[in-house]
């Protein structure tokens, strides 16, 4: 088997050497150049990280996670700026890991959510972190769990994550956080596009930003008529619709309070284990899927596509070699 | 696992034309760079703390206020105190030939005016960021 191409690194001495002895320590006690440094190394699988991964999956569980899922332009991003707001009223510390989508073309990323939230990037309480999706589907990146890991480890009572925002396909983001919150806006389609699939089957809160337009009534209408004629949910949780603009401010604190009692309504019913037993299985589903990329799919040469081309042989029969560590 | 490099742009100050940095940063992504961008009218202190979270091979600053020659340099003394003095910090807008001398010796890699290609940016990038793993002690000694 030939060795893989060298990673390409920074040339900076600190990223390429191996992780300090006392990195995970230091996440523990909050240092945020340590937390920054293990998202990097676990984030980006860099020598140690399964060490890493490994450490920090003791303080799992540990925080509310909330996903932020909705289309481009809902205005995610702005509502978690005052999410962030509101947390800190509160006194609580929050982390937000903010993923963008890496071009299929350049692989390259423009990391823009930050830009929304940056009058907090000074609060020594909030800690930001923008990832690029590297090719993986439904809206986030393969190793969302170890950086979620890394700042419950740091002490971030609360994760926001918010997806890339194609709205209709980021399914995955119920099985990665506690409560879904789903973002739209008014203007963005009428009663049927409320009924399809996709976000309206895993949104526990459903916040139609821009409430400062006059549409608004409409959207949340149409919305709370679609969520009616699904079917109830497990343990009875019936999902909310709060209007919001995060423009002006307006009920933002309605939007908490709503987060606040999913969370609260996860531990009273008993539901909270059952959906960390998803959030588990699809952890080890990425982490597999991982590992059956680097060893198999990362081994595939113009020789496999030759012989596919050729057909002097096919898919099954070369991939179930290359997943066996043959061929 | 080969991974882009994550480069920060910034505008540091109360200069708030934009388009240049959104050119640059529009030109990174194209190239394969992940790029982060904060907006306008960002404090040096801001542009250090970003870049120690989002733990950025490179700052980029964008500047066409003319203060590049006390802003420049602080973001660059405030970065050596997060301990991010090994990050590559680089800059452009309008800034004259005479000041770039200044703006080097004050730890600002490299100065890119106006009508830079952006092919030159990319490749400055690319030679400083692409390099083998970390450099033996040797081999550093030699490089200088």
């Known amino acids: 088997m030939t060795p893989p191409p060298p990673p390409r690194r920074s040339a900076v001495p600190r990223s390429a050497s191996a992780v300090p002895a006392d990195l995970v320590a230091r996440v523990r006690r909050g240092d945020r150049a340590a937390v920054a440094r293990a998202l990097t190394v676990v984030t980006e699988e860099r020598p140690g990280h399964e060490a890493l991964s490994r450490a920090f999956f003791a303080d799992s569980g540990r925080a509310h996670t909330v996903g932020l899922c909705g289309s481009p332009g809902s205005g995610k991003s702005s509502l978690i700026n005052r999410l962030v707001a509101a947390a800190r009223a509160e006194g609580r510390t929050v982390a937000v890991l903010a993923v963008d989508p890496t071009s299929a073309f350049t692989g390259g990323a423009f990391l823009g959510d930050r830009l929304r939230i940056q009058e907090h990037a000074l609060d020594a309480g909030v800690f930001m972190r923008s990832l690029a999706t590297r090719g993986m589907m439904g809206g986030l990146n393969a190793t969302i769990f170890a950086a979620i890991h890394v700042l419950e480890a740091a002490g971030y009572g609360r994760i926001i994550v918010e997806t890339v925002g194609t709205g209709q396909d980021e399914v995955d983001v119920a099985e990665v956080v506690d409560t879904v919150v789903c973002v739209s806006a008014p203007y963005q389609g009428d009663e049927f596009q409320a009924m399809k699939a996709g976000t309206m089957e895993i949104g526990d809160v459903f916040a139609v930003n821009k409430a400062d337009l006059p549409e608004v009534e409409r959207a949340v209408a149409m919305l709370k008529d679609a969520l009616s004629l699904a079917p109830r949910r497990d343990g009875g949780w019936a999902p909310r619709v709060a209007p919001v603009s995060a423009l002006s401010g307006l009920g933002v604190p309605g939007l908490c309070a709503d987060v606040e009692a999913h969370r609260a309504h996860l531990e009273a019913s008993g539901e909270l284990a059952g959906r960390r037993r998803r959030q588990l299985r699809r952890e080890l589903a990425l982490v597999i899927a991982r590992r059956l990329t680097r060893d198999a799919m990362d081994r595939v040469t113009d020789r496999h596509i030759d012989m596919l081309a050729g057909k002097t042989s096919d898919p099954v029969t070369l991939g179930g070699r290359l997943t066996s560590g043959r061929a | ?144």
């Open chain 2, 1 to 144: 696992m080969v991974t882009p490099h994550r480069i920060l742009i910034a505008k540091p100050g109360l200069d708030g034309h934009d388009r240049g940095a959104k050119v640059i940063v529009r030109a990174l992504r194209d190239a394969g760079f992940e790029v982060i961008y904060t907006g306008i009218r960002q404090t040096p202190e801001m542009i250090a703390a970003t870049a120690l979270q989002e733990d950025v091979a490179a700052v980029g600053l964008s500047l066409l206020s003319g203060a590049h020659l006390t802003l420049f340099p602080r973001v660059v003394d405030l970065m050596k105190k997060e301990g991010l003095g090994s990050v590559l910090v680089f800059g452009g807008g309008i800034i004259p030939d005479e000041d770039v001398a200044a703006l080097k010796k004050k730890g600002v890699a490299g100065v890119f005016g106006p009508g830079t290609p952006t092919d030159d940016i990319v490749a400055f990038l690319r030679a400083r960021l692409d390099a083998a793993p970390a450099p033996t002690p040797k081999r550093r000694a030699a490089k200088r």
